[in-house]
């Protein structure tokens, strides 16, 4: 397995699936088992039905502008890939770190973000 272009992988295609709220795309990325954080102190969606309605929800309301992802930081089967994405409801920062299995499938995520609050910047530029 070679984690670094499994990482980049899972990078463009969350960049792509994001952009474009793609949750199916999204979740052909993830082991059926998959145990995903979303946020520190949140239950984990557990499965890939949980992980389903959890990007349904997180999607439903988001506006996107832009989303970008960095380089995968790379250490035996884990990855560390920061993004970053603008939305009209804010910009958004943060980094998911991911733990892959021998099929390149994640089986693992747990991601830190922060939101800004640009409502008031975009309503003004429109």
Known sequence: MNTREIAR???RT????????DVDLLLSLYAPAIVHH?????????GLDAL??????????EHVLDVRFG???VDGDTAAI????RAREG?????VFVTFNAAGLAVATRDYW???????????SM
């Open 71 to 73: 380089e995968p930081l």
């Open 91 to 95: 910009d958004l920062a943060g980094c």
């Open 14 to 21: 969350w960049q792509t699936g994001w952009a474009t709220h």
């Open 52 to 61: 389903r309605e959890y990007l349904t929800w997180s999607f439903s309301e």
């Open 38 to 46: 979303s946020m520190p102190f949140r239950e984990p969606h557990q």
């Open 9 to 11: 992988r899972f990078a």
């Open 114 to 124: 922060h939101m800004s609050d640009n409502r008031e910047h975009v309503e003004n």
């Open 82 to 85: 920061e993004f970053r994405v």
